[in-house]
Structures are given as C-alpha cells and as structure tokens.
C-alpha cells in the first residue's frame, strides 16, 4: 500500500524539527523511495541507532505500508 | 526453543549470518542481493537464512534486532545494519576495518 512523500515528510518533520529531510520518489509510485534526513539529533548515534529513529518516526510503517526506502543519515552540516 | 533461542543461537554459532529474502545463490530483493554481492567481493564465507522460508524467522529477526526490514547482516553475535548501512560501511573502507578488528579478514593485505 503505498504512501505519498508528504505523509512522509510530515511523520518525520514530528520527529525531527529542525532536520534537513530530502525525499526523492524513486520509481515514481509512492512506493520505492530514497530518503535523506540530517538532523543534530544523530550526534553521537551508531548508524543503526539513526536508522532506528528514523523507523520509530515512521510509526511502523516501514516494512508494511513502505516497502522499500534507502535512507541516509547524518548531522547537520556544520 | 523459542524463535528468539534460535536466533541466538544462529547468530552466536556462526561468525557471519545475513537474514535475507532468497538465498546467496539466489536472491529474491534487490537489497539482499547487494549485500550478497559485497560479502562475496571481500571472500567472505557467511550463513544465509532465507526468510521467505520461514515466517517465524521472518518476524522475529525483526523484533530480535527492532528492525524493520530485511535484509540484516550480523558478525559474530553483532547486528551490523540493512542494505544502506552495509552499503556505506563497504565504500567507506569501514566494513573491512570492522572485520580485521573482529580477526575474521587478516590485517596484513
């Protein structure tokens, strides 16, 4: 079931206030995505705890309602 | 044993295991086959657990690891990270750092 780029954003803007999100739409059918959040929040987090912040944003949906997402994590550039 | 025993169990008895959809030989998702590919590129053996085999395995390596997609790359008891994070670990040279600390990849090439 696929879910459009703004209901991304918005979960994730809840999440992460201040971050810097790119969504990109790969295939173009609100399903495969690349997904890009900086955030000051990750300062200090291993990668996979960024990554699992970012699923936590998403309610679940990831791996149900989105099937696929590349997601990149970071800081904010200084 | 519980689902949670037996991953344990998995993960512990075997220096590298990837939870994936297909097998090594023949992935069925395009991100279990990159991660296939970048464990083959560096000569590395590892136990491939097919999750579309087993529905039990399938959800409980998600809540083993509070992860939420497959496929998952664990070195010797560890979960290391999906496609994305074995992908950027691999270019940034760091997987291969990963491995020597762990004594699975000789330092000396």
């Given amino acids: 079931m696929p879910l459009p780029p703004k209901a991304i954003e918005d979960l994730l803007r809840q999440a992460f206030p201040q971050a810097v999100i790119h969504i990109h739409d790969l295939a173009g059918d609100h399903d495969h995505y690349q997904v890009t959040v900086l955030s000051n929040d990750f300062v200090g987090k291993s990668r996979v705890q960024q990554h699992q912040m970012v699923y936590q944003a998403l309610q679940g949906k990831m791996g149900n309602e989105l099937h696929a997402m590349a997601l990149k994590t970071g800081p904010l550039p200084l | ?109």
């Fill in chain 2, 1 to 109: 044993m519980t689902v949670q025993e037996h991953i344990q169990q998995e993960i512990t008895e075997n220096p590298i295991v990837l939870y994936m959809k297909g097998t090594s030989q023949a992935p069925q998702c395009g991100f279990s086959a990159v991660v296939v590919q970048i464990l083959k590129s560096l000569n590395l053996p590892f136990k491939d657990v097919n999750v579309l085999a087993d529905p039990d395995i399938r959800q409980g390596i998600k809540d083993y690891s509070r992860w939420p997609t497959i496929p998952q790359l664990y070195i010797q008891g560890e979960f290391i990270g999906g496609c994305d994070i074995v992908r950027e670990m691999y270019q940034a040279g760091e997987l291969e750092e990963l491995l020597k600390e762990k004594g699975i990849l000789a330092t000396d090439h």
